[in-house]
């Protein structure tokens, strides 16, 4: 619990619910034996499913991962021969993604386990319940942006190992 403004106790709500619901998911995608991937693979397979080859940007946009987490977990997918990341022909500055023959394969799995649980939790919803999801996760999401870009100059990360006394 942490001291809300008016001096009563906060407890914590949203964030717990909204990561309880993440691992849910994630233990979901990994839970089904044809689909070998992470819950952050299984995302962007899913999205280059659903819109094709797209501008490495609208993946970053979509899913807001810090650009080195997205650029292993892309890493990781070509590995796998699913993805191929080309120079974007009309920006050779930015790369476009898209799906091989087998990642097409996995996609459309992941596409179709996803799109069956989302189906069963609609089914238990209102559509004002579904808007009221998106509008509050939609406010995490602003909120934990704006918080982060107000953090002020003095208040520097902490350098990487400083925190268990190793420099």
Known sequence: MSDAPDGRRHRLRLVPNLERATHAVAVY????????CTQAEANVLAFLHERGDSPLADVHASFGHRRSTLTSVIARLEDRKL???????DDGRAFVLSLTRAG???ARAVSAHLTKL????????TESDVASFVKVTGALVEAARGVRKRRPRSAAPVPAGARHGLR
């Not at 993805?83 to 022909?89: A, I």
């Not at 989302?118 to 919803?125: D, G, I, Q």
Request: net charge positive; glycine share 4%.
């Open 83 to 89: 993805v191929v990341r080309r120079r974007n022909p």
């Open 29 to 36: 995608v990994q839970s089904n034996g044809d689909v070998e």
């Open 118 to 125: 989302e189906k069963v939790v609609a089914s238990r919803l």
């Open 104 to 106: 097409s394969t996995t």
